[in-house]
C-alpha cells in the first residue's frame, strides 16, 4: 500500500516539475490589450502559439503611415524600432522563440519583447498608439 502512495506522489511531482519547466519557456503575450488587432486575445493566448498582428489608420487625421513598433525591453517604453511600416494598414505574423523567450517578425531576425502600434504625422516623427 505505501508503494501505491509513494508511486502516485512521485507522480504527481514528476507532472508539476514538467508543468512549471514547460511555462519556463513560453512567451508572454506580445501586444497592449488595446490600439492593436490580434488575431487572439491576452485571456485565449496558449504558450507561444504564432500571433497575426495588424495596425491601421483608424480617421483621417494626417497620419497615413502606420508602422509596428517593437520594444526590445517592455519596461523602457520611450525605446523602441519600427519593425514594420506602410501607408494605411501593417500587418504581419509574430513567432516566439521559446529559447530566449522573445518574439520576432516572420521571415526576420530581430527580437523584441513586444510590440505596439504607430503612426508617423506629417513631421516624420513616429508616435504609438493610445
Request: proline share 4%; with cysteine; glycine share 6%.
Amino acid at each position: 500500500m505505501n508503494h501505491v502512495f509513494l508511486s502516485f506522489l512521485l507522480i504527481i511531482a514528476v507532472g508539476t516539475f514538467l508543468v512549471v519547466s514547460a511555462d519556463d519557456d513560453c512567451c508572454s503575450f506580445p501586444t497592449p490589450s488595446m490600439g492593436v488587432a490580434t488575431n487572439v486575445s491576452a485571456r485565449n493566448f496558449v504558450c507561444n502559439e504564432p500571433i497575426y498582428i495588424q495596425c491601421a489608420v483608424s480617421a483621417l487625421n494626417g497620419k497615413n503611415r502606420v508602422g509596428i513598433a517593437g520594444f526590445k525591453d517592455i519596461a523602457d517604453r520611450r525605446s523602441y524600432e519600427i519593425v514594420a511600416e506602410r501607408d494605411w494598414v501593417v500587418s504581419n505574423i509574430l513567432i516566439c522563440n521559446p529559447a530566449t523567450i522573445s518574439w520576432h517578425l516572420k521571415g526576420d531576425v530581430p527580437e523584441y519583447q513586444f510590440f505596439a502600434c504607430a503612426y508617423r504625422g506629417e513631421t516624420g516623427s513616429w508616435e504609438l498608439a493610445n
